[in-house]
């Protein structure tokens, strides 16, 4: 499976950007699909997720700011963000979780990751 995210940008704070993953490839075995990002000199960390059934997580940070959705026909997850601030600023990455078996019968779990999209927010 291969992610495609785009959105990213500059906005001021207080602003809003929508990011999209497009997948492609075997994207049946797609399960969850998540958002991630990471701020200069910090760890990775979880943004938010959603499940193939249409459950969401979100990490403190964002709750009642950020909103994750998924369009299954399309292969495509959401991250609509609002009321953004600078600690908002990171390089934003999609997830997918995978779940396959190989021609062997081998039982797969795996995650792809898109390629990241930068946001910066300005003061």
């Known amino acids: 499976v291969q992610l495609q995210a785009s959105g990213g940008g500059l906005v001021q704070a207080g602003g809003s950007l929508r990011l999209s993953c497009s997948a492609s490839?075997?994207?049946?075995?797609?399960?969850?699909m998540s958002w991630y990002r990471q701020a200069p000199g910090k760890q990775r960390e979880l943004v938010a997720g959603?499940?193939?059934?249409?459950?969401?997580n979100y990490a403190d940070s964002v709750k009642g700011r950020f909103a994750i959705s998924r369009d299954n026909a399309k292969n495509t997850v959401y991250l609509q963000m609002n009321s953004l601030n600078r600690e908002d600023t990171a390089v934003y990455y999609c997830?997918?979780?995978?779940?396959?078996?190989?021609?062997?019968?081998?039982?797969?779990?795996?995650?792809?990751w898109g390629q990241g999209t930068l946001v910066t927010v300005s003061s």
């Open positions: 997830a997918a979780d995978l779940h396959y078996y190989t021609d062997t019968g081998e039982d797969v779990v795996a995650r792809s």
């Open positions: 959603i499940t193939s059934g249409g459950s969401t």
């Open positions: 490839g075997s994207t049946a075995s797609i399960n969850a």
